[in-house]
């Protein structure tokens, strides 16, 4: 009995819980705070508002970091019936993590680490919008991809950085006079900024610098660029469908009660439908007729030989 009164207990306060939580004026609310704390964090860069009104912007910080506590304590009574499911949602341990490391005495003694905390708050608005939250899942699912395109990216760097510091290094040394100079160049000339330049300096050294120019850009700027931009649409697609699939957690039903054992299962249903019912006993009654013409049929019909030659009937029994 303990044990059933607690199970009941904790289901009343997720429901409560939860009807606060979805509710829209809280998401709003939180949007709200999460704006007015990043507003506060610009307005400290600002020394005239710090040194006039530091000890309401110290306040306000505290104001903020209790509402924070506050929303994530209802988020976590709101799954006192299924503690698991809060912590199987990455965005919940994000909050989470976000507000208990507000309360570490190593945090809270750093300013800078504190304010790196506080900014990073800011990232909680993509939970209340789903385009944000989208795109942030895209660019997280496309890491793997991006990382693949800055290892081609910097072999490419490398190999056209060592061919442009032989063929240039002695008549350019400003630009390629060092492996890393002629990487930090040709690294510039990837967005295409100074590509003419390059090319007619380029070209007083040797006509063949064309060729060297023309096939870095082509490679560089059009193919490397396409593929990663199509290594961050193909990840923003994956994103969308991921958020679109995502089953809702099931809830619990409100009124829902233990089965009762011997309730309900040998009383008669008092609207039967008695169509229904005929009908079924019509069928029945044609079912037993036909059975009882199939054993007639089948005493009146002789057993075949043993011999397995054709036995031959009377004439009085074929008329029968």
């Known amino acids: ?23 829209r ?6 949007f709200s705070l999460i704006l007015a704390n990043a507003a506060l964090l610009g307005a400290e860069t600002y020394s005239g508002i710090v ?19 506050l929303e994530i304590v209802l988020r976590l009574a709101a ?24 309360f570490l005495p190593v945090v809270r003694e750093n300013t800078t680490v504190l304010r790196l905390l506080r900014l990073a708050r800011v990232l909680r608005t993509a939970r209340f919008l789903p385009q944000l939250r989208i795109v942030l899942m895209a660019v997280v ?13 910097a072999l490419l760097l490398y190999v056209y950085a060592m061919v442009g510091w032989v063929f240039f290094g002695s008549h350019d040394p400003e630009h390629y006079g060092s492996i890393g100079r002629a990487v930090l160049t040709l ?23 064309l060729l060297y120019y023309g096939s870095y850009v082509l490679l560089a700027s059009f193919v490397l660029v396409n593929v990663l931009i199509g290594v961050v649409i193909t990840s923003l697609d994956e994103a969308r469908e991921m ?25 008669p249903r008092p609207h039967a439908d008695r169509t229904e ?32 030659t054709r036995r031959r009937i009377p004439t009085a029994q074929r008329r029968d």
């Open 1 to 23: 009995m303990p044990q059933q009164q607690f199970s009941r207990a904790r289901g009343v306060l997720a429901r409560r819980c939860t009807a606060v939580v979805q509710a």
């Open 25 to 30: 004026w809280f998401a709003v609310t939180v």
């Open 51 to 69: 040194a006039g009104w530091q000890h309401w912007l110290r306040l306000a910080e505290h104001v903020c970091l209790v509402a924070f506590t």
């Open 79 to 102: 799954h006192a019936d299924r503690p698991g499911a809060f912590f199987r949602d990455p965005w919940n341990l994000f909050d989470l993590a976000v507000v208990l490391c507000a």
């Open 141 to 153: 699912r496309s890491l793997p991809g991006t990382l693949s395109f800055l290892l081609v990216g």
């Open 187 to 209: 690294f510039l000339l990837m967005t295409l900024d100074g590509i003419g330049d390059a090319v007619h300096g380029g070209l007083d050294i040797s006509r063949w610098s």
């Open 243 to 267: 958020d679109g699939a995502a089953p809702a957690e099931p809830r619990p039903h409100p009124e829902r009660t233990e089965p009762r054992p011997h309730a309900d299962r040998t009383e």
């Open 277 to 308: 019912r005929t009908a079924l006993a019509h069928r029945i009654e044609e079912a037993r007729r036909a059975l009882d013409a199939l054993e007639r049929e089948l005493v009146r019909t002789p057993p075949p030989p043993v011999d397995g």
